[in-house]
């Protein structure tokens, strides 16, 4: 039996070929391709989880990352619960384009919007990579803020994938969970109000009564 349900949108952006893609397909499907056709507008993929006690229904959104359809991006990410940022560990222009995104939400969103930081293609590292992860942190750090997580993975060799959207699927949790507890309170308290404010014409309505007894 579980103690609740929680449905959350997920959206997915960074330039075009990071592998945004991929990384869906991996989680979802659990399958991987080199040959990925690049995303036409963008499409979702659904994944139901148990975490901490709660169902979960992520709906996530894989945008493109052609520049084309950068204009469209605001139709997938608002309403958006958490925010995925992909950049590829091999590529400069990728890195810099995930700032872009970074300076977009943080005008346009309301609320708070979980953001995770990811640099995909782990399993080139050796061979090719262009940004050392300390340079991510401290991006990120000194940008976003410690609370943002930074991870690399790689969607070719299933790396840190599940471990992801795993901890964006707690902070969802948690966050359902501290607002439930908020609303209890509420309630609570505004039953301990009522209760007060039935006392308050009870008494005033006793000695109402009492004075009219002696006015007679
Ligand atoms: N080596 C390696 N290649 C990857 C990885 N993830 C994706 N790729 C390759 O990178 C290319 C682009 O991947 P996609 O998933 O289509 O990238 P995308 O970000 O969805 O691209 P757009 O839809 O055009 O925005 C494909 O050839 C993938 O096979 C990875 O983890 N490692
Ligand atoms: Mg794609």
């Not at 950068?70 to 995925?84: D, K, T, V």
């Not at 700032?99 to 953001?115: A, C, F, H, P, Q």
């Not at 309505?205 to 007894?213: I, L, P």
Request: net charge neutral; proline share 1%; aromatic share 6%.
């Amino acid at each position: 039996m579980y103690s609740s349900l929680l449905e959350a949108k997920v959206v997915i952006l960074g330039s075009q070929g990071v592998g945004k893609t991929s990384l869906v397909v991996r989680y979802v499907q659990k399958t991987f391709s080199l040959n990925c056709t690049s995303t036409i507008g963008a499409s979702f993929m659904t994944k139901k989880l148990v975490v901490d006690n709660c169902k979960v229904r992520l709906q996530i959104w894989d945008t493109a990352g052609q520049e084309r359809f950068r204009s469209m991006a605001p139709m997938y990410y608002r309403g958006a619960n958490a925010a995925i940022l992909v950049y590829d560990i091999t590529s400069e222009e990728s890195f810099r384009d995930m700032n872009s995104w970074v300076e977009e939400l943080r005008k346009n969103m309301t609320g708070d919007l979980i953001i995770h930081v990811v640099g995909n293609k782990l399993d080139l590292a050796s061979s090719r990579r262009a940004i050392p992860l300390s340079r991510t942190e401290k991006y990120v750090a000194e940008t976003l803020g410690p609370e943002f997580s930074v991870h690399e993975v790689s969607a070719k060799d299933d790396d840190g994938i599940e471990e992801l959207f795993l901890q964006i699927t707690r902070k969802l949790v948690e966050r359902k969970h501290e607002i439930e507890r908020i609303k209890r309170i509420n309630a609570e308290n505004a039953i301990t109000l009522q209760q007060l404010e039935d006392e308050r014409l009870q008494q005033a309505q006793t000695s109402n009564n009492s004075s009219v007894c002696c006015g007679i």
